[in-house]
Nanobody, 117 residues
Framework: QVQLVESGGGLVQPGGSLRLSCAAS????????MSWYRQAPGKERELVAV????????IYADSVKGRFTISRDNAKNTAWLQMNSLKPEDTAVYYC??????????WGSGILVTVSS
């Protein structure tokens, strides 16, 4: 059974940090591109960061460049999103995504991040 389980969300003050984790099971993690998306209230889901399967090359949305870092450990079947210098506009439900051979897409159920004083 495929599972992507996000953790690490919560309430943080502006300027603070959070680290999201995505624990994967039920598929060959190392063959899947891992991404983080987010959806703020009243807005469409948007891509935040992507990390590839081999050399850990990453791509970021302009809005998070220099503040967020995506990483993965294929031995632990886990991906992370380190979020620093958080802003109120980063408030959203964050989703983990795995995209693999045959354009297969797996999604986590999402985790809420709230940035507020």
């Amino acid at each position: 059974q495929v599972q992507l389980v996000e953790s690490g969300g919560g309430l943080v003050q502006p300027g603070g940090s959070l680290r999201l984790s995505c624990a994967a099971s039920g598929f060959t993690f190392r063959r899947y591109v891992m991404s983080w998306y987010r959806q703020a209230p009243g807005k469409e889901r948007e891509l935040v960061a992507v990390i590839n399967t081999i050399d850990d090359r990453a791509i970021y949305a302009d809005s998070v460049k220099g503040r967020f870092t995506i990483s993965r450990d294929n031995a632990k079947n886990t991906a992370w999103l380190q979020m620093n210098s958080l802003k109120p506009e980063d408030t959203a439900v964050y989703y983990c995504n795995a995209n693999g051979p045959g354009a297969i897409d797996y999604w986590g159920s999402g985790i809420l991040v709230t940035v507020s004083s």
